[in-house]
């Protein structure tokens, strides 16, 4: 079946610094990925939408400065956080859309102190 | 906000017992799927039910869409312990591929 690979599962890092989350389609080629952030007992919320080749549509109060969304080809995209601060310690989770369905990555936990 | 509503938000039963968690949305959709997430992990697809359905089943799981009244739920026969986990529901307004919209989400605890 389509697999999904999400890396890194958990980052820590000092506020100020940028972190890399990358998202991989290992047997599928993505033409759409989704970037979503949870909240601890919260729903997904989607951040935005990639198509590659193209720029990423935001969603209305996501910081597209702050959350750089890269899809270079059709299976990978990386979501860069800016100067992350702690109010964006949260679980990110990616989503490829292959054609046959969505497969969502195992998501990335990221702490930020 | 776009996201549906889903209740019970927590639900714990014992092994054995049926499981019910129900679903809203807000506006039409192409079709409906329900997901699973254990704690901090990734999501994992269960169904997806299409809007002219009402009604799948895959193995213990049974979907039903009611789009008069833009609702969804999903149960869970003979429940186990290893059915513990957050199941959401999601919808895409726009066809296959466009974004997903998900619900608020039930925590399901079965005890054993």
């Known amino acids: 079946g389509a697999v999904v690979s999400q890396h890194p599962s958990r980052v820590i890092c000092k506020s100020g610094t940028s972190v890399k989350i990358e998202c991989r389609s290992l047997?599928?080629?993505?033409?759409?990925m989704f970037w979503y952030r949870q909240f601890p007992k919260q729903s997904l919320m989607l951040m935005a939408t990639s198509n590659e080749g193209s720029k990423a549509t935001y969603e209305q109060g996501v910081e597209k400065d702050k959350f750089l969304i890269n899809h270079a080809s059709l299976t990978l995209s990386t979501l860069t956080v800016t100067s992350a601060h702690p109010e964006d310690s949260s679980f990110y989770i990616c989503s490829a859309w292959g054609g046959l369905g969505y497969t969502f990555g195992s998501g990335t936990r990221l702490t930020v102190v | 906000s776009q996201q549906g509503e889903e209740d019970p938000q927590a639900l714990s039963i014992q092994e054995g017992e049926n499981a019910t968690m129900n679903c809203s949305y807000k506006?039409?959709?192409?079709?409906l799927q329900w997901y699973r997430q254990n704690s901090g992990r990734g999501l994992v697809h269960l169904i997806l039910i299409r809007s002219n359905e009402r009604e799948k089943h895959s193995g213990r799981l049974r979907v039903t869409l009611d789009t008069s009244k833009k609702s969804s739920s999903l149960l869970i026969t003979a429940s186990r312990a290893a059915d513990t986990a957050s199941y959401f529901c999601?919808?895409?307004?726009?066809?296959?591929?466009?974004?997903?919209?998900f619900g608020e989400g039930t925590q399901l605890t079965v005890n054993p």
């Open positions: 506006t039409s959709i192409n079709n």
């Open positions: 999601a919808t895409d307004y726009r066809g296959s591929g466009s974004r997903l919209t």
């Open positions: 047997d599928f080629q993505a033409t759409t």
